[in-house]
């Protein structure tokens, strides 16, 4: 097994939301994006959501989605079909494409081994049930997968560190913890785009700063400010680059790279 130190040195954490994950193509391409990091010699982690597949599944059931300021309420019943959903049919959908490719990953989520214990998180306009907050990371069956030569696949259902229940938690927010603590040299957030488009060309590397006063100026706008946030969010929480891109950048090393000042 590595060192941890060695495996520190190589860590590259993707994250991938959930929206794309029904598409064979995305599949196909995201498989690509993972060989892609390992042939750099890099160990990759795989951070998932789902949100679209939860929303399906809770139709099918007759349970109605609610949500505070934009944010999903996750009440028993939904805990139970956002469980089923993310750490089962989505997270052993990525893990077959991935074997059926020969390369070795295995399933987990936050809940196995007390990976991501969270509490729950409290909103000032409603309760949002079972969603959680990351409060801690523990890496060992993290880093156990990863010296033999596992890809881990993670979906970011966590554990209650008070209760003992299951938690919804916010796919990025996950990502972004789990690349903090092992020390990741980058965390990669797949989108559909990409980079930061400025005058129609894909900015290369912006500070975190930057980005904020692109936001305010309204340089950045729509869809790609939740993008840019959650990446702005990860190097101010000890990430040393966050990097928007699509899946054809993480193969070319293209996007854009958000890093901290210097």
Do not use: C
């Not at 498989?31 to 998932?48: C, D, I, R, S, T």
């Not at 990525?94 to 007390?114: K, T, Y």
């Not at 930061?196 to 060309?201: E, F």
Request: no cysteine; charged share 20%.
């Amino acid at each position: 097994m590595e060192t941890e130190k060695s495996q520190e040195a190589y860590l590259v954490v993707l994250k991938v939301g959930g929206n794309e994950l029904d598409d064979p193509d995305f599949l196909h391409g995201l498989v690509k994006a993972v060989a892609a990091v390992q042939q750099e010699g890099h160990h990759p982690v795989l951070v998932h959501g789902g949100g679209k597949a939860v929303t399906d599944l809770q139709k099918q059931l007759g349970l109605q989605e609610q949500r505070v300021e934009g944010l999903r309420v996750t009440d028993d019943a939904s805990m139970d079909v956002v469980e089923m959903v993310l750490s089962g049919l989505i997270n052993k959908r990525i893990v077959r494409q991935l074997v059926n490719a020969r390369i070795r990953a295995a399933g987990i989520s936050g809940v196995d081994d007390g990976t991501l214990y969270v509490e729950k998180m409290w909103h000032p306009f409603g309760d949002l049930g079972r969603v959680g907050e990351v409060q801690d990371v523990d890496d060992h069956l993290l880093r156990t997968l990863i010296g033999a030569g596992i890809v881990p696949v993670v979906s970011p259902v966590s554990f209650g560190s008070l209760d003992a229940l299951s938690y919804n938690v916010n796919a990025d927010h996950a990502a972004t913890a789990i690349a903090a603590r092992l020390g990741a040299i980058k965390l990669v957030f797949i989108s559909n785009v990409p980079g930061i488009l400025v005058a129609g060309r894909v900015v290369r590397a912006v500070t975190a700063e930057q980005a904020e006063a692109w936001i305010e100026e309204g340089i950045i706008f729509g869809g790609m400010i939740p993008k840019v946030r959650s990446a702005v969010e990860a190097v101010r929480g000890g990430v040393a680059q966050a990097v928007i891109t699509n899946l054809a950048g993480v193969q070319g090393g293209t996007g854009t790279g958000i890093v901290g000042s210097r």
